[in-house]
């Protein structure tokens, strides 16, 4: 049998340690309750993860050691990182999760947290499905807040278990919204297809400046009034027409949607 040289030995030394720390990960030892994991364990992966790596490194510079055993530390090392990731990913959606407990306590309604399961952001329109349906009181019409309480849209159908999201970015979509000026001034919002709103019936003469924000009006059935909408980016007025017309951006990032809330009646 080849002995190792005493180049060897602290590298093994390390892997050997690092294969421990695996060892107790997949026994349980170092798996308490998910959040405290999160909190806790995440700091600690990403130190093993670097360990890793300059193991990594010292081994691919060493003949000495079998192919055998390096594909397998490298198959160790993939495991690691994509439970990182998970734990990550759980972490951030606890976060949303807390922040719309705060934004519908406030609103004073009841409510059902759904995780998107699906979406088409194809030109940022199309339906999200959602993980909630008529079992968890999930009707069509209903409105549709993300964890920040930003307007995002309705309910469009739904099944047992599934429901369907309609964006406000939607063209076939139509908001009663208002906009903050002076007078509180309503129309309609639809979506224009290209991410943008489009915030039409705006009487002329009203003042509508940029950076002026939009909100769901009185006149949205099971709707709160003043949930955010977006903001003006620009108006335009028709001298052939009674009405002006103003373009919104939503204040919301359809691609970073992960879990909504619907408000129930």
Same mark, same amino acid.
């Given at each position: 049998?080849?002995?190792?040289?005493?180049?060897?030995?602290?590298?093994?030394?390390? =892997?050997?340690?690092?294969?421990?720390?695996?060892?107790?990960?997949?026994?349980?030892?170092?798996?308490? =309750?998910? /959040?405290?994991?999160?909190?806790?364990?995440?700091?600690?992966?990403?130190?093993?993860?670097?360990?890793?790596?300059?193991? !990594?490194?010292?081994?691919?510079?060493?003949?000495?050691?079998?192919?055998? !055993?390096?594909?397998? &530390?490298?198959?160790?090392?993939?495991?690691?990182?994509?439970?990182? =990731?998970?734990?990550? &990913?759980?972490?951030?959606?606890?976060?949303?999760?807390?922040?719309?407990?705060?934004? @519908?306590?406030?609103?004073?309604?009841?409510?059902?947290?759904?995780?998107?399961?699906?979406?088409? $952001?194809?030109?940022?329109?199309?339906?999200?499905?959602? !993980?909630?349906?008529?079992?968890?009181?999930?009707?069509?019409?209903? %409105? @549709?807040?993300?964890?920040?309480? @930003?307007?995002?849209?309705?309910?469009?159908? $739904?099944?047992?278990?599934?429901?369907?999201?309609?964006?406000?970015?939607?063209?076939?979509?139509?908001?009663?919204?208002a906009i903050l000026n002076d007078e509180q001034t309503m129309g309609i919002i639809t979506g224009r297809? /290209?991410?943008?709103?489009?915030?039409?019936?705006? %009487?002329?003469?009203?003042?509508?400046?940029?950076?002026?924000?939009? @909100?769901?009006?009185?006149?949205?059935?099971?709707? %709160?009034? /003043?949930? &955010?909408?977006?903001?003006?980016?620009?108006? $335009?007025?028709?001298? !052939?027409?009674?009405?002006?017309?103003?373009?919104?951006?939503?204040?919301?990032?359809?691609?970073?949607? $992960?879990?909504?809330?619907?408000?129930? %009646?």
């Amino acid at each position: 049998m080849k002995i190792f040289s005493f180049k060897v030995k602290f590298p093994f030394l390390i =892997a050997a340690a690092f294969l421990l720390l695996i060892f107790f990960h997949y026994t349980g030892i170092l798996s308490p =309750a998910k /959040d405290f994991t999160i909190k806790i364990f995440s700091p600690i992966q990403a130190k093993i993860t670097r360990l890793a790596l300059y193991i !990594n490194g010292k081994l691919s510079s060493n003949d000495e050691i079998t192919t055998e !055993n390096y594909k397998k &530390l490298e198959e160790k090392l993939v495991e690691l990182s994509v439970e990182n =990731a998970r734990l990550q &990913l759980l972490e951030e959606e606890n976060e949303q999760l807390k922040n719309q407990l705060k934004v @519908v306590q406030n609103l004073g309604k009841s409510f059902v947290s759904c995780r998107i399961i699906g979406k088409d $952001t194809a030109l940022r329109t199309g339906l999200f499905n959602l !993980n909630c349906g008529i079992k968890d009181n999930v009707t069509v019409g209903l %409105p @549709v807040i993300s964890s920040q309480g @930003v307007f995002i849209g309705r309910i469009y159908q $739904t099944e047992s278990r599934i429901s369907q999201l309609m964006p406000v970015t939607d063209p076939k979509i139509k908001i009663g919204a208002a906009i903050l000026n002076d007078e509180q001034t309503m129309g309609i919002i639809t979506g224009r297809g /290209d991410g943008l709103l489009k915030m039409e019936y705006i %009487p002329k003469g009203v003042k509508i400046d940029t950076e002026m924000l939009a @909100v769901t009006s009185e006149l949205e059935i099971n709707t %709160p009034k /003043d949930l &955010l909408i977006g903001s003006v980016v620009e108006s $335009t007025a028709d001298p !052939n027409n009674f009405f002006q017309s103003a373009v919104i951006k939503p204040s919301f990032e359809i691609n970073d949607l $992960t879990v909504v809330t619907v408000i129930l %009646p």
